[in-house]
């Protein structure tokens, strides 16, 4: 949600004639923020120590605001929403704040910041425009976000969001297909559908099958490959969504399932309404349906009260689940969350101890199951920076149709041909494993005269066009808007890695 929030601020801001820095992507923040004119950090609250993060940044930015007083520091998102007006109190040469309801003020803020010598701040109490009406700067030619809801009517208790997001609010089904509809045509094929709680789609406009029809009518969008969605959530996972997934064919083997605990006792506690006998049979029940799903979820591991007995529940459910792969965290509380006031907080080292053996026996069950798909022959779509050791092995990077990361190794006499004449970011590799690591998979098939196959498609295509100048930057439905120069823009965005 975050980063899609991210290419919304840089579209708008392109929007208004800025264009990235040249120094984007340098490395650090340091190093980026030096050939920019705006500088803009898109915060998030449910990080840990986003706060110490923030100021360590902002303290960082401030030595470069001193060397150029026309720098412009713009903090958005969560905690900006979380910290109100305290960020200009802690931080007085930022320019800007703005909140998450408020993210199409940006521009003309920058402008009022330069104009009236003065930091500027905007925090909405709820949203006024829905965020993907705003115009988008897609990090991706060949995959696209697309909002379906913000919010969550939900209230866990060690969650900020809602808090921070509001209530959920629905986007019609219409919008939401014109949207995939628009990001088609300008070449992405493959779609992810976004929002905070995605089974508890159409609550607002009373059809609660609606996620289920929404994804069967994108899975019938011509040129459209791939439909994944995050995040759904336990509770109010129905059969007609795990029937819907079977039966559409672009509908990716994939689940990402928040289990957040196995004890039935903390569940109750964190106000999860779901037990983990419930969670097993969704699992037991996608697996029948599709049996080659890969599965993957989120852990909180320490939340108050936790036991030695109940992080062994958790314990045992991650044994029976066989996920993929799961993003664990210690639990720390966060200012303004209900369990942040809860008594009995675990002690740091008791945390720390179960986390470790919570990562050493996922790391085994990833090792697994990573190593059961040796052999298979999957469809991979080469993506754009996510092997960093690519160019010094000869091979390409990209996501199996489960989402798992996959290595191609390129047969000889493709790894010295022209880059645009190899597989390009958005084309499709058929190539079978070779061997596999807990976080990845090989597959050098290729290598040894074996199954390498290219397909090249309208996305990387899209990416190619991108890549010679071409200029992929549009308002959802609307013709690619050129972007007159300007400032340039470089923005901090958080992204969540998984630990195991
Ligand atoms: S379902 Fe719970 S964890 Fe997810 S956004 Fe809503 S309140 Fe937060």
New binding site residues.
């Given amino acids: 949600m975050n980063v899609h929030d991210s290419e919304r601020m840089a579209g708008l801001l392109e929007d208004s004639g800025y264009t990235p820095a040249t120094t984007r992507g340098a490395g650090s923040l340091m190093a980026e923020a030096e050939g920019a004119d705006v500088v803009v950090i898109n915060t998030c609250a449910v990080r840990e120590n986003a706060s110490d993060r923030l100021y360590g940044n902002l303290g960082q930015l401030a030595s470069l605001k001193k060397t150029n007083p026309d720098l412009q520091i713009a903090v958005g998102g969560c905690l900006a929403q979380q910290d109100q007006g305290g960020i200009v109190d802690r931080a007085p040469w930022v320019d800007v704040v703005f909140g998450t309801h408020n993210i199409d003020v940006l521009p003309a803020m920058l402008e009022r910041a330069r104009h009236n010598q003065t930091a500027q701040v905007e925090l909405e109490e709820s949203l006024k425009t829905f965020p993907s009406t705003l115009p988008t700067k897609r990090e991706s030619s060949y995959a696209a976000w697309v909002s379906i809801s913000v919010g ?1 009517n ?3 208790t ?2 900020i ?2 808090h921070l997001r509001g209530k959920e609010r629905d986007r019609r089904p219409g919008e939401v297909l014109a949207e995939v509809e628009a990001v088609v045509a300008q070449g992405a094929i493959e779609v992810t559908l976004l929002g ?2 995605v089974n508890s789609y159409g609550v607002g406009f009373g059809d609660r099958g609606a996620f289920a029809k929404l994804l069967r009518a994108t899975g019938r969008i011509e040129g459209l490959e791939r439909v994944r969605f995050t ?1 759904p ?1 336990p509770a109010a996972f129905t059969e007609d969504v795990i029937d819907a997934m079977a039966e559409t064919p672009s509908v990716m083997p994939q689940l990402h399932m ?1 289990l957040q605990s196995g004890s039935d006792r903390v569940l109750r506690a964190m106000r ?1 309404s779901y037990r983990s006998a419930k969670f097993l049979g969704i699992l037991d029940r996608v697996r029948e349906q599709i049996p080659h799903a890969a599965i993957t979820t989120d852990i909180i591991v320490g939340f108050p009260g936790e036991t030695e007995e109940d992080f062994q529940a958790t314990l045992d459910v991650v044994e029976a689940s066989r996920f993929s792969s799961a993003f664990t965290f210690q639990y720390s509380p966060r200012p303004g969350t209900p369990a942040a006031d809860l008594p009995d907080q675990v002690p740091p080292d008791v945390v720390a101890e179960r986390y470790a053996r919570l990562a050493a026996l996922q790391e085994r069950i990833s090792e697994e199951e990573n190593a059961a798909q040796i052999g298979r022959t999957l469809d991979v779509l080469i993506a754009e920076s996510e092997g960093r050791k690519d160019s010094a092995t000869q091979r390409l990077s990209g996501r199996a149709e489960d989402n798992r990361l996959v290595h191609v190794g390129l047969p000889e006499h493709m790894a010295n041909l022209p880059e645009m004449e190899r597989p390009r970011p958005g084309d499709m590799v058929t190539a079978t494993i070779t061997r596999s690591a807990p976080h990845h998979l090989i597959a050098d098939s290729g290598l040894a005269g074996g199954t390498f196959e290219v397909r090249r498609t309208r996305a990387g295509d899209a990416w190619q066009a991108r890549k010679e100048g071409g200029h992929s930057h549009a308002a959802p439905g609307t013709p690619d808007g050129g972007a007159p120069a300007g400032g340039p823009v470089t923005l901090g965005m958080p992204s969540l890695r998984p630990t195991q």
């Fill in positions: 969550c939900n209230t866990c060690f969650c969001v809602p905070q709680n995040s959530h928040p999860r």
